[in-house]
């Protein structure tokens, strides 16, 4: 099988272009480079190279099947659960290689988060699902310090407030923006580096899509976060650099402000204004 | 006339959408046309001295007034329900904008009509046969500027910036020219002073062309034109230029 080289980005007709202000080399969070992904004979990302900076959001978004949710989730290796999906290049968080045979998968995914597109919470109580990933993790050595820790996490989540009084009562009885909170909730207990995010809002009534936003920007300042939306107003309103994705190939990628008001390329311009083919 | 909004690749998925902006655009361009309409009006009233025409002028000037505020409504109704980005966001803020200046333009068309008449007033000045030229200027400059709308065409928006100094130098030696006329005989200060205006008013028309060239290179590329140019507004005559007023 082939895999891509760097030339063959000339191959796709439109070079990886950046717009706006570049990304510091000491703020890179995540560096990607060079990343195809295949799911058997078919290559599903083709050579992409992106740097994610710390403490931003990053917004991923392109049509559906362009690849940006295989991308996001080859940034924690979540794509290791399916036999026939192959990585190869490189991807590094704070310089180490992720793929790197040494490095422990559960170990990564603590470091790199997820939410998912439709809130998951584990059937246990609020308390428990929060609990979970500090526990499984050994974070704790006391009840008091699990207890800390899960109130941090929920009050981070924006959820505290709502649901102090029943803690004990089951995750899955909130409604889908707690839910969601939840489960935002349960990524921050590990203390996580980097939060992926694939479509958190697609499940969501404009209300609570709009706490999802206010908590993301808050989270920001403690955390790097990659967010797959659908909704062009989404990414435009959360991220400050968003990247777009075509039939598997990184487009554009820029400080989101360029991207919306003018594009470098046509593609970029013909997606976000709604005028794709 | 061939009116087309800018060409994507593709027209838009929603193409209710399209129908929209191009409804925009052309509402622009009609309006621009009306101002050709009212600017040609304003020069044969002075030039020939018909009160009559000038007036008619003055009076329709609310016919623009309307124009511009159907483009700000539909604008903001745009703005609001299509929520547009990029290209499409740089039409509707550029239509908003041209549509102020057109406005601007309307204004000081029926300005000059208006001082026209008080003008026929007095017997004609010699200097009223450099006004023609400013105004055919200011005619062609307007014109130009709206088919770079239309075309969007950005070399020509550039090139009709530029001729804009042009504008500005034949209102500088036409105020040096209508203040030797005050001083020398103060029967005409009257009619100069009406002139004077009515010469500013021709200027400030250049002024919002150039805005209008601006906005067409904006909404085409967008990015802003960053050249710089001697504006209009900058006019200050050197004092030592200018004949002593004591003569």
Known sequence: ?277 | MALTVAPGPNDHTVRSFDAELERLSNTVVRTGGVVEAQLAGAAQALIRRDSVLAAEVAARDVDVDVLEQDIQDHAIRLLALRQPVAEDLRQIVGALRIAGDLERVGDYAANVAKRSMVVNQSPPVRVVAALPRMLGLAQEIVKEVLDAYVERDVDRAVAVWHRDEDLDALHTSLFRELVSYMSEDPRNITACSHLMFIAKNIERIGDHATNIAEMVHYLVLGRPLRETRPRGEDFLPDPGSLPDPQV
């Open chain 1, 1 to 277: 099988m082939n895999v891509q080289t760097k030339d063959s980005e000339q191959d796709h007709g439109y070079p990886d272009t950046t717009v706006g202000k570049p990304i510091l080399e000491s703020d890179i969070k995540v560096a990607a480079r060079d990343v195809s992904v295949f799911y058997g004979e078919k290559q599903a990302i083709k050579s992409v190279s992106l740097d994610v900076a710390a403490n931003e959001v990053t917004a991923f978004i392109g049509p559906s099947g362009c690849g940006k949710s295989t991308f996001l989730r080859a940034l924690n290796r979540m794509n290791d659960t399916i036999d026939i999906c192959r990585v190869t290049g490189d991807i590094r968080l704070d310089g180490e290689d992720v793929y790197d045979r040494k490095v422990d998968v559960v170990q990564l995914r603590a470091r790199v988060g997820m939410v998912f597109q439709k809130p998951n919470p584990f059937p246990k109580s609020i308390f428990e699902n929060v609990a979970y990933g500090p526990r499984i993790h050994g974070l704790v050595s006391h009840k008091s310090e699990l207890e800390e820790i899960v109130h941090s996490s929920l009050e981070r989540a924006g959820l505290l407030n709502e649901v102090k009084d029943r803690l004990d009562t089951p995750g899955t009885g909130l409604s889908g923006g707690q839910q969601q909170r939840l489960c935002i909730a349960r990524a921050i207990a590990v203390s996580p580096e980097v939060i992926l995010m694939d479509e958190p809002c697609s499940a969501l009534d404009p209300i609570a899509t709009a706490k999802i936003e206010e908590l993301i920007d808050e989270l920001r300042a403690n955390y790097t976060i990659v967010i797959v939306t659908h909704s062009m107003q989404q990414a435009a309103r959360v991220s400050q650099r968003t990247a777009f994705f075509h039939l598997g190939n990184l487009v554009e990628m820029g400080d989101t402000e360029t991207i919306f008001t003018n594009p470098e390329h046509r593609l970029t311009q013909g997606y976000i204004t709604g005028r794709f083919g």
